[in-house]
């Protein structure tokens, strides 16, 4: 997650190593941030996991068993969890995305409910599962991956595009510190959406033509972001995350820069 990016981001010392560290869980396990605890930390194990403070933690990854981007499987003593299709609630094909939802085997193990609010309670609990709101899937073994929260998917030319999957791979955009991707409508009929960046460069006044360039030779054309907004920081809540909210409702604005061009 944040702390492991930030570690990571840190200058390489002669003391990366020095340390009794040997087990470590990252959520989201992001595939190149396992790879480099291995490699320059020399961190045996980096598991992934899953929770919400109103489901505890329902998916743990396992020692011994490498699985980069994956979340876990569920700890089924405790836990029951499936993938639904978040509109209808009936399972998805495997490896098809939809809504992870969870319910416990034991006493306790979750929330009783949002205090003073009956009505969000049940739209969370539906079915006898809670509806944790974000996307995933689930493979033969079990393991689920986190796509992204629900809201925060992008739809575009046909595909269900993960913010985050997005957002993590602009951050390797050179002079991209921080990058944070969403929806804004498009012009089109249709009801789909164009993609947007809000970031922060070291280098603002390249940083299109970087994002764009790097979009045309690492990324299917349908995640090419339409739109950037280069900012001096990004605002976020009491809990680290960006405001994403805010962001979409401001939309396209006289500042932003159309990628368009760069694409021809």
């Given at each position: 997650?944040?702390?492991?990016?930030?570690?990571?981001?840190?200058?390489?010392?002669?003391?990366?190593?020095d340390h009794r560290l040997r087990v470590m869980l990252a959520a989201p396990n992001v595939p190149d941030?396992?790879?480099?605890?291995?490699?320059?930390?020399?961190?045996?194990?980096?598991?992934?996991?899953?929770?919400?403070?109103?489901?505890?933690?329902?998916?743990?990854?396992?020692?011994?068993?490498?699985?980069?981007?994956?979340?876990?499987?569920?700890?089924?003593?405790?836990?029951?969890?499936?993938?639904?299709?978040p509109e209808t609630d009936e399972p998805v094909a495997q490896g098809e995305v939809g809504e992870i939802?969870?319910?416990?085997?034991?006493?306790?193990?979750?929330?009783?409910?949002?205090?003073?609010?009956?009505?969000?309670?049940?739209?969370?609990?539906?079915?006898?599962?809670?509806?944790?709101?974000?996307?995933?899937?689930?493979?033969?073994?079990?393991?689920?991956?986190?796509?992204?929260?629900?809201?925060?998917?992008?739809?575009?030319?046909?595909?269900?595009?993960?913010?985050?999957?997005?957002?993590?791979?602009?951050?390797?955009?050179?002079?991209?510190?921080?990058?944070?991707?969403?929806?804004?409508?498009?012009?089109?009929?249709?009801?789909?959406?164009?993609i947007m960046l809000a970031v922060v460069s070291e280098l603002p006044e390249a940083a299109a033509a970087?994002?764009?360039?790097?979009?045309?030779?690492?990324?299917?054309?349908?995640?090419?972001?339409?739109?950037?907004?280069?900012?001096?920081?990004?605002?976020?809540?009491?809990?680290?995350?960006?405001?994403?909210?805010?962001?979409?409702?401001?939309?396209?604005?006289?500042?932003?820069?159309?990628?368009?061009?760069?694409?021809?």
């Amino acid at each position: 997650g944040a702390v492991s990016a930030f570690v990571l981001s840190q200058p390489s010392t002669a003391a990366d190593r020095d340390h009794r560290l040997r087990v470590m869980l990252a959520a989201p396990n992001v595939p190149d941030h396992e790879r480099q605890w291995h490699e320059r930390f020399g961190v045996a194990d980096v598991l992934g996991g899953y929770g919400m403070t109103e489901v505890n933690i329902p998916l743990y990854g396992e020692r011994g068993k490498s699985k980069p981007g994956a979340c876990g499987r569920a700890y089924a003593d405790h836990f029951e969890v499936e993938i639904r299709d978040p509109e209808t609630d009936e399972p998805v094909a495997q490896g098809e995305v939809g809504e992870i939802i969870v319910r416990p085997k034991t006493a306790n193990a979750f929330m009783a409910g949002y205090y003073n609010l009956p009505d969000k309670t049940a739209e969370a609990w539906r079915n006898l599962w809670f509806h944790t709101g974000d996307a995933g899937r689930m493979d033969e073994e079990g393991y689920v991956t986190f796509i992204d929260r629900i809201k925060d998917c992008i739809r575009r030319r046909g595909e269900n595009i993960s913010a985050l999957q997005l957002e993590t791979e602009i951050a390797r955009c050179p002079s991209i510190r921080e990058v944070a991707a969403y929806a804004v409508p498009s012009e089109l009929a249709g009801g789909e959406d164009e993609i947007m960046l809000a970031v922060v460069s070291e280098l603002p006044e390249a940083a299109a033509a970087s994002i764009a360039n790097y979009a045309i030779a690492h990324l299917p054309r349908f995640m090419w972001p339409r739109f950037v907004v280069v900012r001096d920081a990004l605002e976020k809540t009491g809990t680290g995350k960006v405001k994403k909210a805010d962001l979409r409702a401001r939309g396209v604005t006289p500042d932003t820069i159309d990628l368009s061009g760069h694409y021809r």
